[in-house]
């Protein structure tokens, strides 16, 4: 298992302890922001340095 397939298990575990309405809001925001980054390249990278700001700050 790489180290990015760790991350995503460990941050499904975290979400897996979400109240149910907690559960809820995450699987509509992934939904859309799937449906976003799927939308073109530009957009995919734009989700990927919002992540990346995400994680340095």
Do not use: F, N
């Not at 907690?22 to 390249?41: L, P």
């Amino acid at each position: 298992m790489t180290e990015e397939q760790q991350i995503v298990l460990m941050l499904k575990g975290l979400v897996s302890e979400l109240s149910p309405e907690g559960r809820e809001q995450y699987e509509a925001a992934y939904q859309q922001m799937k449906k976003i980054s799927g939308s073109s390249d530009a957009a995919g990278m734009a989700l990927c340095v919002l992540g990346a700001e995400m994680a340095a700050s």
